[in-house]
């Protein structure tokens, strides 16, 4: 089995990935950027070759150089874990006639309006919405649509640019402060909890299935530095709450006709209990939530995911035991991380249901959280008992603070 990966070192989990692949027994082709001393070693280890281009820019310079490079030798799939790079993998797979996604279907899994076309098409529940290439265009989107209303790039990324408007004069303003982006979405504001339906699937069956709830909304973190996010795996997939986020997951699943690998959506639940999809990628999670999976089920979902994609099986015993609160903190003042407040309390008291901790050591400048999801601070918290992983998790939440001066 060769596979070609694109961007093996790049974003942090990508080594993982490759990792996962060559302990299933691919040989990794790796395709990036970076001179090969410069990728993290997981990434070299797992990498049976490895090609630096001159950059992902060209796609067709791209494809020439792979061509050249492969020499003639046959490759099974082309995979890509990052966003962009999508259509990338999808030119290389059409061109060496390799199975997976093609630029079609990536197309549906990366615009946001052409999603939500093809889900609704199904007869599924999506928010009201149209897309705008200009001023007019949105007014226009907004009669069909009313308020509270939402307005967000066509494929935007991290809530950037996002705005939900209650009257006019907050659309208006909207519309202004997003003059700089050429195409937008424009879709009634749904309330309700956020949660995401992630999957790993081969050849159209659901291997595995998982679905997190984000604590406080995505929206409302890009826009309060100061709130610990928390994201909790759930445990039961069967409960009241989430049940309705599964089943439209699965026909989501259906309408796009999803074959093989990771698959991560967001809906929301209102508070009678309907799901309302949200949006979908045709990609693992990011922000750590593959690692969360793994801690709820004691799985190693990148090794999962390598043996999914290359024999269409996953072979570890994926039931989950635990629910799994993740939580990042963003650290408290600026400059260099003093003090890790209440830690070591808090380590004493919780230390066993606490599966792993890693926070910016003192000494270190803080990070920006714009940039790094993580931000100051990721901590595991996990239980079997969903009420009791909550409740810890908010001590670390409240009480632990990153502190820099
Ligand atoms: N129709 C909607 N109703 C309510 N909130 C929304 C809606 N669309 C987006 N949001 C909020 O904005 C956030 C970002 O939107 P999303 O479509 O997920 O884009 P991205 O995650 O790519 O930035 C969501 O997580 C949610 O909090
Ligand atoms: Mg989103």
Redesign the pocket.
Known sequence: MNVVYLSPGFPAEMPLFVRGLAQVGARVFGVGDQPAAALPQQAREGLHDYLQVGGFADEGAVVDEVRRWLHGRSIDRVECMWERLMYLAATLRETFSVPGMNRAQTAIVRD?EAMKQAVEKAGLRV?RHGRARSRNEAWAVLERVGFPS?V?PID?????D?Y?CDDRQQFEDALQRTRHVDELSV?????GE?LTYDTVCANGDILFENVSW?RP????LAKSPWVSMENVVLRDLGHEFVRPGVELGHGVLRALGFATGFTHM?W?RKPDGEAVF??IGGRPPGARLVHAMNYSADIDLFRGWAEATCYGRLSQDTRKRYNCSMVFKRAQGDGIVREHRNLAALLREFGEHVACVELTPIGEPRRDWRKVVVGDGWIVVRHPELDRCLEIAQHFVRDLAVIAR
């Open positions: 946001k928010p939402i967000k935007g990324a991290g809530s950037q996002t939900r879709e009634e504001f749904i309330e956020e984000y909304k995505p929206m409302v967001e929301f949200g949006e």
